[in-house]
């Protein structure tokens, strides 16, 4: 169970003082939560506080009654918390196979690799010996650093938008990857998503917008608010007012 | 041969045992083994010190191991390899220098190896250098490369020196006839108080010849490393340099591209990017559980592989 009490973080520069995220107080202990919201809203910060690559400026973390406030990255990937970045980051020479083994904390075996690349779409053999730079598609790469998080099979694995940057029918076929590991039994999955079909099947869904929670809630309860709201969530509300993606 | 040279030996050449096919190794400025086969022959040379290499023409499949090392102090070692390698054939050549110096006086080696690649020939030619010794004595290499590749040949160059070595100075000339093509791959590291210097000219000669010149160079510390890369497009040919490196510490880089197109028909491109690592492969790195610098670690370790 992930605790956050209180966070808030803020930037100061000069005279100007901007708050990203005011008072946040959350709990995660189900399988599969959504946080959702407008752009520029704080989702992503809140994500980069709890695996710990932003320091909250208030506030406690806690991880199954651990304060983890004060951990690094590495002390938290310990801890059992996983992150896939919304822009994953490319690596010269760091070939899939080397990534998935890093994750993995050992060398891993091209059988137990091409089982994992399958779960996300890829097949082992034409990407494992692959190097994880700029000759890789965004949605190629995308489907890899989900593959790094699936792999560490950790107790609570963070995904900051992955429909981000990857072309409609990709990402069709990343939902069915959110699904099946949504079956699974394992840790719980936060996910920041602005996909109706993600938010779906999320057994709780948070709306974070101005840096604050605006509402948490059932897809059956938050939803339908998400499709009337006026003005607090302009772009969420035309994306699924127009339909989405099948 | 005592346990430092075999190290020197493995780390060099990855040579456990004495190798098959042709060699020849020198040990201390002195011949200590040397094999010819049918179709590779080593003779020493009688003007100065060194060797010749003659491969027969249509030679296919075959290695030559033409490994040195130093183990003592004070010891300067100059050495001229020629390579005669005759039409048509496909062999692999794999030279290297390891040196250790435990002393206070300075250890050099400079080889001078020169390729004649005849037409329509492949050759792979992999060259490593290493040292090392806690002594004071300063670690020098500086190797010479010179390749004539005539028509249609192709060769190509794999250098690295990843550790130990304290000065160096890596100079390579290269011309290329039509048809022909060469690659080069240099991979660097210098730590402490290093210093290298690569120095490329290739002159691309020949109708439809090319050249592929690529440097990864990782300086630490406060190491120097100095990168010159000319390629000369004097025909209708394709000519790309890239030197890509990575400066952490207090070190310094310092990359010359150099393109001239000589010809209108001549395609020449040069890439040159420095920089410390980033922020961003550290931090995935470490959401993966590594720490920051076993993080630094295989960042390095990637792109110099």
């Known amino acids: 169970m992930l605790e956050l009490k209180n966070i808030s973080f803020r930037v100061e520069d ?37 695996a710990g690559i932003i ?21 938290r990937a310990h801890r059992g918390i996983s992150f896939a970045f919304q822009q994953p980051v490319r690596f010269k020479g760091i070939t899939v196979h080397d990534l998935l083994s890093l994750a993995g904390g050992k060398n891993m075996s091209v059988s137990e690799a091409c089982a994992y690349l399958s779960e996300v779409g890829l097949c082992a053999k034409d990407y494992i010996n692959r190097e994880v730079n700029a000759s890789l598609s965004g949605g190629e790469l995308k489907r890899i650093e989900i593959a790094t998080v699936m792999v560490r099979g950790t107790r609570l694995s963070v995904f900051d938008e992955p ?84 | 041969m005592n346990s430092i040279e075999q190290k020197l030996l493995a780390e060099i050449a990855d040579l456990h045992e004495v190798p098959e096919g042709a060699y020849n190794i020198r040990q201390n400025g002195e011949a200590a ?81 020169a390729f004649y690649v005849g037409k329509n020939a492949r050759v792979r030619y992999v060259e490593k250098h290493y040292a090392e010794g806690d002594g004071n004595g300063e670690r020098v290499m500086n190797p010479t490369t010179v390749v004539e590749l005539e028509e249609g040949a192709s060769m190509e160059l794999e250098t690295t020196q990843i550790k130990g070595v304290d000065s160096t100075k890596r100079v390579t000339r290269a011309t290329v006839a039509a048809g022909a093509s060469l690659v080069i791959r240099e991979k660097l590291m210098t730590h402490g108080n290093q210093f290298a210097e690569t120095d ?32 000369n497009g004097n025909n209708r040919c394709a000519g790309h340099t890239e030197c890509d490196a990575i400066i952490m510490d207090n070190a310094c880089v310092r990359a010359i591209p150099e393109i001239t197109a000589n010809h209108l028909d001549a395609s020449l491109i040069h890439e040159a990017a420095i920089g410390k690592i980033a922020g961003e492969q550290l931090i995935k790195l470490m959401t993966l559980g590594l720490t920051e610098q076993e993080a630094e670690e295989q960042i390095v370790n990637g792109f110099l592989k």
């Open chain 1, 55 to 75: 320091k909250p400026s208030e506030g406690r973390i806690l991880l199954d009654g651990e304060d983890i406030t004060d951990l690094s990255i590495t002390e």
């Open chain 2, 33 to 113: 083994g040397r094999r010819s086969t049918a179709n590779i022959e080593i003779i020493p040379k009688t003007d100065k010190p060194g060797i010749d290499i003659r491969i027969k023409p249509n030679t296919r499949n075959e290695s030559v191991h033409i490994p040195v090392v130093l183990s003592e102090t004070g010891l300067t070692d100059l050495v001229y390899n020629d390579f005669f390698i005759g039409e048509n054939c496909d062999v692999t050549i794999v030279a290297g220098c390891g040196i250790h110096n435990c002393g206070d006086q300075r250890s050099e080696h400079s080889g001078i190896h």
């Open chain 2, 200 to 231: 490329f000219t290739v002159d691309l000669n020949g109708e439809d010849s090319s050249a592929n010149v690529i440097s990864r160079a990782v300086a630490k510390g406060n190491s120097k490393q100095d990168f010159l890369s000319r390629v």
């Open chain 1, 14 to 50: 000069a005279d100007i003082r901007k708050d990203i995220l005011q008072h946040i107080d959350l709990t995660i202990e189900e399988r599969f939560v959504a946080i959702t919201g407008p752009n520029g809203g704080g989702k992503s910060t809140l994500a980069k506080v709890i």
């Open chain 1, 163 to 246: 429909e981000a940057g990857i072309d409609l029918w990709s990402f069709n076929n990343l939902i069915q990857v959110f699904e099946n590991m949504h079956k699974k039994e394992g840790g719980s999955i936060l996910i920041i998503s602005h996909q109706e079909r993600i938010l779906n099947i999320a057994d709780k869904i948070v709306v974070v917008a101005g840096g604050r929670i605006t509402d948490v809630g059932t897809p059956d309860t938050i939803l339908p608010t998400l499709l009337n709201a006026s003005g607090t969530c302009s772009a969420l509300t035309d994306k699924l007012a127009g339909g989405a993606v099948k």
